[in-house]
Nanobody
Framework: QVQLVESGGGLVQPGGSLRLSCAAS????????MNWYRQAPGKQRELVAQ???????NYADSVKGRFTISRDNAKNAVDLQMNSLKPEDTAVYLC?????????WGQGTQVTVSS
């Protein structure tokens, strides 16, 4: 079992930055692939960024060059640095941990990009 708690969301102006954090507990964190998803009202949940247990990363085309995912296995944490934010980045951002058949979700944190 893995428990995930996101933090760091909020209201930011277009062009601004936010850093989201996801704290994990309850299992061997280093084994898990960690992902950030987002879901905007009326839209499907979208994979934003992922980092494997080995540290390889992958990003949605819409955030490449603006977002950076990182993990600290010693702290059981994964972060998402978001720069040059756009109004279309507004969504609930959810942390996800995946290993074998295990798949866990956090509750999400709201990010609103608006002037």
């Amino acid at each position: 079992q893995v428990q995930l708690v996101e933090s760091g969301g909020g209201l930011v102006q277009p062009g601004g930055s936010l850093r989201l954090s996801c704290a994990a507990s309850g299992s061997i964190f280093s084994l898990y692939a960690m992902n950030w998803y987002r879901q905007a009202p009326g839209k499907q949940r979208e994979l934003v960024a992922q980092i494997t247990s080995g540290g390889s990363t992958n990003y949605a085309d819409s955030v490449k060059g603006r977002f950076t995912i990182s993990r600290d296995n010693a702290k059981n944490a994964v972060d998402l640095q978001m720069n040059s934010l756009k109004p279309e980045d507004t969504a609930v951002y959810l942390c996800n941990a995946r290993y074998d058949i295990r798949n866990y979700w956090g509750q999400g944190t709201q990010v609103t990009v608006s002037s």
